[in-house]
């Protein structure tokens, strides 16, 4: 590794260390490049700003989850890898207040929040029965799905323990079934996957993903 990957490695670690501890809103450039034992040079010289850092670590935080659930399920298809490794986020930021927190303040960004609807109306385009008859469907399709998780993962952090977690992540899954043209029937299973399983993330949201039988 170079020294210039090295210091970039640093700073990346530094922010998923202060993001996790203190949010990303609250987390400055300066609180990074101190924690990172370097300077503000350096920090601009390797991110355009504090937004790429977290889109580097959201990728890495969901992409690590999706390597775990390809794993334990091996043959399971793009489409229902998407459905579940979704759901296993909203989960996640249910049931964890610093995914949460992180989660809600990083895809408040309208960037970041675009970057999501493209991946959705990929996955809608290539798979929503109702494409074939109208793009303009699937578009609308994407922006609705897309606005569900932001808004559902902000009254759960406002309103804990005022409806179970279960619901929250059923409503959504019928959303995303429904659009699908799929049996919003199928959200049970989905749900029952995730229960299979401790889900959480450790410090420096280290994804954790263990079998619990």
Known sequence: M?????????????????????GFYKTTARMISDKANTNLGLLNYYFKNKNEMGRIIYSSIRSSFDEMIK?????????????????LELYLCITNDNYGRFFHEFIAEPK????TQQHIQDVFFRYS???AQSPLYTTLA???????KPVVVDYALTHPGEIDTDTYLRYY??????????????ADSFIEKV??????VGPRFTPVMTPLV
């Not at 970041?112 to 970057?115: E, L, Q, S």
């Not at 229960?195 to 959480?200: G, M, R």
């Open 173 to 186: 899954l019928e959303q995303q079934l429904h659009f699908l043209g799929h049996d919003k029937k199928e």
């Open 71 to 87: 794993e334990f399920f091996p043959d399971m298809d793009e489409l229902t890898l998407f459905l579940f490794s979704s759901t």
């Open 129 to 131: 029965q109702a494409y």
């Open 2 to 22: 170079s020294k210039g990957e090295d210091t970039k490695n640093k700073i990346l670690y530094a922010a998923r260390d202060l993001f996790y501890e203190y």
């Open 112 to 115: 970041n929040r675009r970057t």
């Open 142 to 148: 994407t922006l609705s799905i897309s606005a569900i």
């Open 195 to 200: 229960h299979q399983y401790f889900i959480s």
